[in-house]
């Protein structure tokens, strides 16, 4: 593999020495940034990084390619630690009804949603599936991602939801991304269950789950815990399985109501607790007192028109906090982690620093890709963007709808 050096880098940003554990309360405003620097790069690992007067002598030139990134920055390419990002097709009549009046959670009883999307990607194949979902894929690398997390959750009976999985696996080997995989079968009641609905739940349970951890098609396990889905009882019962099975929790929570999720996710040692919308006093202790992430999707918040996650108030309690796209036909139409910083700052009134942060090596956490992801930091993979040329860090949650990735160099 070829060496790169990038040299006459405005700021190079995203720098951390170490990192023992995600970033929480105050340190998420610690962004350091390196003005006038290099960036070396070998066999696709930061090597090297500096100030340019002192470049001189402590690279060897030879076998070197060389990129001049005057007035541009360079910073870790941004992780996304919650998509569903394999789906069949696009559900643009629902964002019509929602115009119109319909809520979110009508149309979902109405047989929209979840359900409509499972209708849809019955009949598709998994090479179709890998197609598009690659399209989407090069599609967020192009807007500076270099890592993301995939559920499944759109099958939701066997044979659908291993499709899903197995879609997923073929997309961490085609694509240069890095992936993670998350079962999701609990994310909605298939109808034939409406009647016996923990049927469902044992369907999960006892033909899902052992047959993806005998295949490894997944990293995560997931539940919907929201009214009109999967109750805390059954998300107790799903995690307990999957936690034996060797699965960590990442979980939807707190999306329009509070039952209890978090604390749940909490005891199961939920890697994250996603969504959040909604959150009491007791589910912010029960954070700030453990080493769950909490992930908030402000691009949900927007598309739905629902609360924000109340990242500041996470924050002065202590707790680690992560932001990603949940990229869906349904509720996030998009995977751009730009407009993310963008709305974290608008509407969270997180500092630049801070929304960068809980988009890079926050997000690596989320993902349990930290050791290698996440920071500008020597011997982790050097999978970063190189911006345009901009006029300062400030200017890319400012920039709200520009593309101002150059390029997202991944290895
Ligand atoms: O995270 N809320 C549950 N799941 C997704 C939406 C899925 C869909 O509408 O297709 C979410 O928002
Ligand atoms: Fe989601």
Not at 6 to 22: F, H, R, S, V
Not at 36 to 47: M, N, Q, R
Not at 273 to 283: I, Q, S, W
Not at 317 to 329: G, I, K, S
Request: a negative charge; proline letters at 4%; aromatic letters at 6%.
């Amino acid at each position: 593999m070829t060496n790169i050096l990038i040299k006459n880098i405005k700021g190079l940003a995203g720098i951390l020495e170490t990192n023992q554990g995600p970033l929480r309360g105050a340190e998420l405003s610690e962004l350091n940034c390196l003005a006038d620097a290099f960036l070396a790069i070998e066999d696709g690992k930061i090597s090297m990084y500096g100030p340019m007067t002192e470049l001189a002598g402590v690279v060897d030139w030879n076998n070197l390619e060389v990129i001049d990134a005057e007035g541009k920055y360079v910073l870790p390419a941004f992780c996304d630690s919650h998509t569903h990002i394999v789906f069949a097709k696009t559900r643009e009549d629902e964002f019509v009804d929602r115009i119109k009046g319909l809520s979110y959670e009508e149309i979902g009883k109405k047989g929209g949603g979840i359900l409509n999307s499972a209708r849809k990607l019955a009949d598709m194949t998994e090479a179709d599936l890998v197609a598009d979902a690659m399209k989407r894929l090069e599609l967020i690398k192009a807007l500076g991602t270099g890592a993301v997390e995939i559920k499944s959750g759109y099958g939701l009976c066997v044979a659908a939801e291993l499709k899903m999985l197995r879609v997923i696996k073929t997309l961490k080997s085609k694509s240069d991304l890095t992936i993670k995989a998350t079962f999701l079968g609990a994310h909605a009641f298939p109808a034939e269950y409406n009647e016996n609905q923990d049927a469902y739940v044992d369907l999960i349970i006892n033909e899902m789950l052992p047959v993806i951890v005998e295949e490894n098609l997944a990293d995560y396990i997931d539940v919907f815990c929201e009214r009109n889905y999967f109750t805390p009882t059954q998300l107790d019962r799903i995690l307990a399985a999957g936690v034996a099975a060797g699965l960590k929790p990442k979980i939807h929570v707190n999306q329009f109501s509070i039952l209890g999720g978090v604390g749940i996710g909490v005891k199961h040692g939920a890697v994250s607790v996603d969504h959040l919308e909604e959150l009491d006093d007791n589910d912010i202790k029960e954070l700030s007192g453990s080493q769950t992430i909490a992930t908030a999707l402000p691009s949900c918040s927007f598309f739905l028109s629902i609360p924000y996650t109340p990242v500041l108030q996470l924050l002065e309690n202590n707790v680690a906090v992560a932001l990603a796209t949940d990229y869906n036909p349904g509720s996030t139409p998009s995977g751009n982690m730009q407009f993310v910083n963008s709305l974290a700052c608008v509407k969270m009134r997180l500092t630049p620093s801070q929304a960068i942060n809980a988009t890079t090596i926050n997000g690596a956490f989320a993902m349990e890709l930290s050791e290698e992801l996440g920071s500008i930091t020597v011997g982790k993979k050097a999978n970063i963007i190189i911006t345009k040329e901009i006029p300062s860090l400030d200017y890319i949650p400012y920039s709200f709808g520009e593309n101002i990735v150059e390029q997202t160099l991944l290895f």
